[in-house]
């Protein structure tokens, strides 16, 4: 029987069918839902980590013990876990493991639109990569086949167009595979000594694995009538180019993106009179053919940035473009992301703003304290990133900005890779104001638990880390807690803060609007007669409110009625609705 699955869902369901028993990862759009789908099986043990280093560490112990194992992550998220990963290239694994990372071209939920291709290359690991559900259920279970057969981590890649679209996939049974451990100093310890022999190991391993990449049946090449080009696709711009082209032209569909299959490329370039590359972001499968001494076209015609879709590829190959309705006349307003009615960062990005506080800021919901109107934030690099800069720029400044900067940071961004920059702060004395934005949960990816909340990720209770006690325990002596809907205690303890000769850290805490358990006030109540058109409460960019006739509006379908907006009105225009109201 088949069944619609979205990529991320028909990868678990090909993990569980494999025989998959330890699952740790970190949340990343779009990678998320291959975990929460896993966690649904009960013959497998998952778990979110704190960072994806953590998760691949993780998973390749459980490798080791014997246990087939899998970690996921987003394409951000393989640059913090490519330490382990080059090194487990090296000492290979015991049970088979499996790594998938997500790629994310058009960056719609990331903040670049890097190619995890390169680093199948670079670590000397074999890549899949899925152009479907389908195929993704059965390159998970490959990947396994692959892992052990040729004593290799294997990466499987997914994009944010196949992990979110639907396809339908036949689902079988799982089967059991587990491996005894046995100690192999030689294998698993990698002092130079030992990883001096491995490295031979893996060259031959990559030979190997090339040699099967020319007749597995994941790289096929697929007929066409007319021979005057031929085009070499994989993942989603395999789909785009079968929707444009139909079987008008010879297609190669690699299954497997490294290593590649050099002989068949060579053979399928020769059988047409023009190859061209089809691919998004970069020019990987290009690059590859030339250095097989091709002549090929690929990023000449098509753009190494941003996700490609059917008109994009029939516009660049010269063909039809499909009509696809009627274009609307006059440009659509551009509407930018927000965030939500009653989030308890707005009452603080508020704060920050109205006094002229340099911000470094961090990964997560919270990013949008960048955003007009609060405008808030200085700069977003990556997880952890904010307390790092911070001291940066701080002790840079020397002195100059003491009382003027701080690091804006999430809690389950301070636990992925916050609390070593903390470390640095304490150690290294610098004078760094840290505000760490509890909203009791991971906001950004979809309500996922970490260390903090005191839930795992099956929901049950667990251990519950201490953000204060945390704090202390490096080195970090103030430390104090504010409620970020009261604007005066906030704006109270950041001004002291920063005015304090030494490091110290705000913790901002009030849980996700969003989170089920949380139990709002009634709408914040308007007042027209009262309003003065000050337009003060538009300040803070909540989209509860509205100006109409020249009057502030409250929209009763979204206010939560947290109150920060009755705070900056001097009027009365805007107030807490009373009991029976």
Known sequence: MKTLLLGNEAVARGLYEAGCAFVSSYPGTPSTEITEAIAKYREVYAEWAPNEKVAMEAAFGACLAG??????????????????????????????????????????????????????????????????????????????????????????????????????????????????????????????????????????????????????????????????????????????????????????????????????????????????????????????????????????????????????????????????????????????????????????????????????????????????????????????????????????????????????IGDSTFMHSGITGLVNVAYNESNATIIIVDNSITGMTGHQQNPTTGFNLKGDPCTKIDLETLCHAVGIRRVRVVDPYDLKQTEDAIKEELSAPEASVIISRRPCALLKYVKHNKPVIASSDKCRSCKMCMKIGCPAIAMKDGKAVIDNTLCTGCGVCTQLCHFGALSAAKEGE
């Open 67 to 408: 246990k087939r194992s899998f970690c996921g992550m987003k394409h951000v998220g393989l640059n913090v876990a490519a330490d382990p990963l080059f090194t487990i290239s090296y000492t290979g694994v015991n049970a088979g493991m499996v790594i998938c990372v997500a790629d994310d071209a058009g960056m719609h939920s990331s903040q670049n639109e890097q190619d995890s291709r390169h680093y199948a290359r670079a670590a000397k690991i074999p890549m899949l990569e899925p152009a479907d559900s389908a195929e993704a259920l059965a390159f998970a279970k490959l990947a396994y086949e692959l892992s052990e057969t040729y004593d290799t981590p294997v990466l499987l890649k997914m994009c944010t167009r196949v992990s979110h679209s639907q396809s339908l996939v036949a689902c079988s049974e799982r089967v059991e595979c587990v491996r005894e451990y046995v100690k192999n100093s030689q294998k698993y310890i990698m002092m130079p000594g030992n990883a001096r022999k491995r490295h031979p190991v893996v060259e031959e391993r990559t030979k190997a694995l090339t040699e099967w990449a020319e007749t597995c049946e994941i790289n096929r090449v697929e007929p066409g009538t007319d021979h005057s080009r031929g085009i070499i696709a994989s993942s989603t711009a395999y789909q785009y180019v079968k929707e444009v082209c139909g079987d008008r032209y010879p297609v190669m569909k690699l299954g497997m993106i490294w290593p590649m299959p050099d002989k068949k490329i060579r053979d399928f370039a020769a059988s047409v009179d023009e190859l061209i590359v089809v691919e998004e972001l970069d020019s990987f499968i290009e690059a590859h053919c030339k250095d097989l001494g091709l002549n090929v076209r690929g990023k000449e015609l098509f753009p190494c940035i941003d996700e490609f879709s059917q008109n994009l590829v029939a516009e660049k190959l010269g063909m039809d473009v499909p009509c696809s309705g009627a274009k609307v006349a006059d440009a659509i307003p551009a509407r930018p992301p927000v965030m939500c009615a009653g989030c308890p960062h707005r009452g603080l990005f508020y704060t920050l703003a109205k006094n002229k506080i340099t911000v470094l800021g961090d990964i997560g919901c919270y990013t949008l304290g960048a955003v007009a109107p609060l405008s808030a934030v200085d700069s977003v690099i990556c997880m952890g990133a904010s307390i790092s800069g911070t001291h940066g720029f701080t002790k840079a400044m020397e002195g100059k900005m003491d009382g003027k900067t701080v690091a804006v």
